[in-house]
């Protein structure tokens, strides 16, 4: 109940193209979805985040989809650069802020 | 502002020999937490902390030990080491605004063990 399952586990896109991530929970108690971005070498550094509440978030050519009844979340990348290459993780917040963390996904935009 | 520091970059120890590994930050978060990364696995939190004086288990705290005397200093011990803990270890901070789910987590630039 307390797992995040994240897919795929690695992602290969042409430069221009639709990234897409999907992430699924199971606890109704999760109330904040954030994603975050991990480049080789670093800490990870958060991309964009979601409500529940909420069914879609854009920031620039990033958005997160939520479907709440389905228990799923997806972050879609549109026009892919090289430049966005890094692995990149779902997560999602319990009520006292722990995280809990899907597995990743690397993905790699090929120029 | 440094952000969150941590030292040191890369360590290997033997087995059942201790370290700590520092964590500081400068931004006054109250909240701090320890992360455990291993290759396909995703983060797994050890310890987490919610104030200076404060900590808790995470999900993974086993063979690992925390304090939090100041706010600034978030130092995590390893006891008698063994090889399951060779992993990527990152420290970060948060302050959660109240009233609200949100919570940026920033992270350290992590170290990386090795238990031989």
């Known amino acids: 109940q307390q797992q995040v399952k994240q897919s795929p586990q690695s992602l290969i896109v042409q430069k221009g193209g639709i990234s897409i991530i999907n992430c699924a929970y199971e606890n109704t108690a999760f109330d904040y979805f954030p994603w975050y971005q991990q480049f080789p070498g670093k800490g990870p550094a958060l991309l964009i985040a979601?409500?529940?509440d909420v069914s879609e978030k854009k920031e620039g050519r990033f958005t997160i989809s939520f479907n709440k009844s389905a228990k799923q979340f997806s972050l879609h990348i549109m026009d892919s650069q090289p430049g966005d290459s890094a692995t990149y993780f779902c997560a999602a917040s319990l009520i006292n802020y722990q995280l809990i963390w899907g597995a990743g996904t690397k993905l790699i935009i090929k120029p | 502002n440094a952000g969150v520091t941590q030292t040191p970059k890369f360590r290997i120890l033997k087995i059942g020999q201790s370290m700590t590994l520092q964590c500081a930050q400068d931004?006054?978060?109250?909240?701090m937490y320890w992360y455990r990364q291993d290759p396909g696995m995703g983060l797994k939190l050890i310890y987490y902390?919610?104030?200076?004086?404060?900590?808790d288990k995470g999900e993974v705290p086993n063979g690992y030990n925390v304090s939090r005397s100041t706010t600034e200093d978030f130092p995590l011990r390893l006891e008698l080491a063994a090889p399951s803990q060779t992993s990527v270890y990152f420290c970060?901070?948060?302050?959660?605004?109240?009233?609200?789910?949100?919570?940026?987590?920033?992270f350290g630039p992590g170290t990386r063990l090795t238990v031989l």
């Open positions: 979601i409500r529940p």
């Open positions: 931004m006054n978060h109250n909240y």
């Open positions: 902390s919610v104030g200076a004086g404060i900590t």
């Open positions: 970060a901070s948060s302050y959660p605004l109240a009233g609200g789910p949100e919570n940026e987590q920033f």
